[in-house]
């Protein structure tokens, strides 16, 4: 098996149609050239070929089970394989990722039903409290307003981020 450097790996991203297109997964490279999903060296017009997609694959909707469709062609030298969080990131990112892996994962998917949800809430309560004249209802619709309200722009926030 061929040893890759990050340099190395670089190469393979998929700008040069000579070159295969390499992505790399804990420690391990593999060749996703025959792929329609990694053409040009960029998958779902987010992830580069070229790079260790260890936290991205993490992450991802699906598992490691699709790397099993393509072939392993290398492995990253030793001091790389232990990296597990993108070193593009800034430093202070990356030691939050390090601290809470729980936030590697994309929080936007699972953030932006919140607003959503409450936003929904407010006409169906507000429409109990006409029907019943209970008061509570009205209340209600009012704190799922101001939930819906407080969620946006941090659902935003975490689009444009992660995104």
């Given at each position: 098996?061929?040893?890759?450097?990050?340099?190395?790996?670089?190469?393979?991203?998929?700008?040069?149609?000579?070159?295969?297109?390499?992505?790399?997964?804990?420690?391990?490279?593999?060749?996703?050239?025959?792929?329609?999903?990694?053409?040009?060296?960029?998958?779902?017009?987010?992830?580069?070929?070229?790079?260790?997609?260890?936290?991205?694959?993490?992450?991802?909707?699906?598992?490691?089970?699709?790397?099993?469709?393509?072939?392993?062609?290398?492995?990253?030298?030793?001091?790389?394989?232990?990296?597990?969080?993108?070193?593009?990131?800034?430093?202070?990112?990356a030691q939050l990722f390090r601290s809470y892996p729980i936030l590697v994962r994309h929080p936007h998917p699972m953030l932006v039903h919140w607003p959503i949800v409450f936003m929904f809430c407010v006409p169906g309560f507000s429409l109990l409290a006409l029907l019943t004249g209970k008061h509570a209802f009205e209340?209600?619709?009012?704190?799922?307003?101001?939930?819906?309200?407080?969620?946006?722009?941090?659902?935003?926030?975490?689009?444009?981020?992660?995104?």
């Open positions: 098996m061929q040893e890759f450097t990050p340099q190395s790996l670089a190469e393979f991203d998929g700008h040069d149609p000579d070159k295969p297109v390499y992505i790399a997964h804990e420690g391990k490279v593999y060749d996703v050239s025959g792929s329609k999903l990694w053409r040009g060296g960029l998958h779902m017009k987010r992830h580069q070929a070229g790079h260790d997609l260890t936290t991205d694959i993490a992450a991802a909707p699906h598992g490691v089970e699709m790397l099993e469709r393509v072939i392993q062609v290398g492995v990253i030298a030793k001091e790389r394989a232990a990296e597990t969080v993108d070193p593009r990131l800034p430093s202070w990112l209340t209600t619709a009012f704190h799922c307003l101001g939930a819906g309200i407080l969620f946006t722009p941090i659902t935003i926030a975490s689009g444009l981020f992660t995104w």
